[in-house]
């Protein structure tokens, strides 16, 4: 069988974990509009009756701040070190600027085929889908160019396609049935994120994460990590209703995943300045 690795790069928000989920078939990635969403390297793995494409979904690039977004930075170089490919990925809706390019400069330099994923083309013309196919086209020596729309399906089945035709032959690196390399609780812990950043804006994204404190057949307790008091305030809510609200809306996909209703305790924590917390950063597996 065909099976291999393929490394996701692009700028942050150029939808790279919503394509690496439509690629995969299924939800292995979260995803929201906010830059920088995703913090570690995700396998999503789409199998097949003759192939294994293994999409290593990665931050995206950016000047680190602080000890957390500087490993997410170094994750994001460890990760194009034994891959068969990378897929680039672009935003049709906005315009290919320099940090396209810098990106461009670093994945052409290695020494494996590129393709690039032109994504967001639904609802566009088809006169500004060809100028920035276009504009794409001068990034590199690129092996594919493929307008995409990870949102509606379109053209992922020949992107997929594509990216597996690049794979050598060889023995499958994961089961099966399985579709990410996520532990459990990190899944359960980065879906529960999601739903705070869905409901969330201005400085508060940045400043959450979450940890799982006990996973229990029946009871799930997991607490939401916050720097200051005041971005506690926010995510608790009036009367408790954002924090309630966040938990109704993980709790189907927490069911979802483990086949079986839980009940679902979320606290909101104050931890100052975690995203510089070597030691909390470890145990968060970032």
Do not use: C
């Amino acid at each position: 069988m065909k099976t291999g690795f393929v490394a996701v790069a692009g700028r942050p928000n150029v939808g790279k974990s919503t394509l690496v989920n439509a690629l995969s078939g299924g939800k292995v990635a979260i995803v929201s509009d906010k830059p920088q969403t995703t913090r570690h390297r995700i396998f999503g793995i789409a199998n097949a009756e003759d192939s294994q494409l293994v999409l290593v979904d990665l931050p995206g690039f950016q000047r680190p701040l602080d000890e957390m977004t500087e490993r997410m930075q170094r994750t994001v170089d460890r990760a194009f070190e034994d891959v068969e490919a990378v897929l680039f990925v672009l935003s049709a809706r906005e315009r290919i600027g320099a940090g396209d390019r810098f990106i461009a400069k670093r994945v052409f330099a290695l020494d494996v085929p590129v393709v690039i994923a032109l994504n967001k083309v639904d609802r566009l013309k088809p006169g500004h889908i060809a100028t920035q196919m276009a504009t794409a086209s001068q990034l590199g020596s690129f092996h594919a160019l493929h307008p995409v729309s990870a949102k509606t399906g379109d053209g992922i089945g020949e992107l997929r396609e594509e990216l597996v035709g690049l794979l050598p032959e060889g023995q499958a690196y994961f089961p099966l049935d399985e579709r990410t390399n996520l532990p459990l609780e990190l899944q359960l812990a980065e879906l529960i994120r999601e739903k705070a950043l869905h409901l969330t804006k201005e400085e508060i994204p940045h400043a959450i994460t979450v940890e799982i404190e006990e996973l229990g057949e029946k009871v799930i307790r997991a607490s939401l990590l916050v720097e200051t008091e005041s971005q506690k305030h926010i995510l608790v809510g009036k009367g408790g209703s954002m924090v309630r609200e966040i938990g109704t809306r993980a709790r189907p996909e927490f069911e979802a995943i483990l086949g079986r209703p839980v009940y679902l305790d979320l606290q909101v924590k104050v931890r100052p300045r975690w995203r510089r917390d070597g030691t909390l950063l470890d145990r968060l597996g970032l």
